[in-house]
């Protein structure tokens, strides 16, 4: 069964800082990148940050560049975002996202969100 399970979510003050974790199973999780999008109210889910299987590559919206960081462990089968300098607009519902590397595709995986509010 395939899970993908996020935590480290909650509220946090501006300038503040999170760590989200990803937890996976139940899928080759080192043949898979790894990605975070978020969601505000009303708008479009976007992408936040995305990592290679093997963790050398890494992209980031620019709205994000500078101030969090995709890591992965692929040993403990776990996908991490670092996130600095929270900022209001960085308040979202952030989703974890698995997306099979190589030919064939493979249909992506998701997981059930984690709200981020970043307020005073």
């Known amino acids: 069964q395939v899970q993908l399970v996020e935590s480290g979510g909650g509220l946090v003050q501006p300038g503040g800082s999170l760590r989200l974790s990803c937890a996976a199973s139940g899928f080759t999780f080192s043949g898979y990148t790894m990605s975070w999008y978020r969601q505000a109210p009303g708008k479009e889910r976007e992408l936040v940050a995305g990592?290679?299987?093997?963790?050398?590559?890494?992209n980031y919206a620019d709205s994000v560049e500078g101030r969090f960081t995709i890591s992965r462990d692929n040993a403990n089968n776990t996908a991490y975002l670092q996130m600095n300098s929270l900022k209001p607009e960085d308040t979202a519902v952030y989703y974890c996202?698995?997306?099979?590397?190589?030919?064939?595709?493979?249909?992506?995986?998701w997981g059930q969100g984690t709200q981020v509010t970043v307020s005073s």
């Open positions: 996202n698995a997306r099979w590397a190589w030919r064939p595709a493979k249909p992506d995986y």
């Open positions: 990592i290679k299987p093997a963790g050398g590559r890494t």
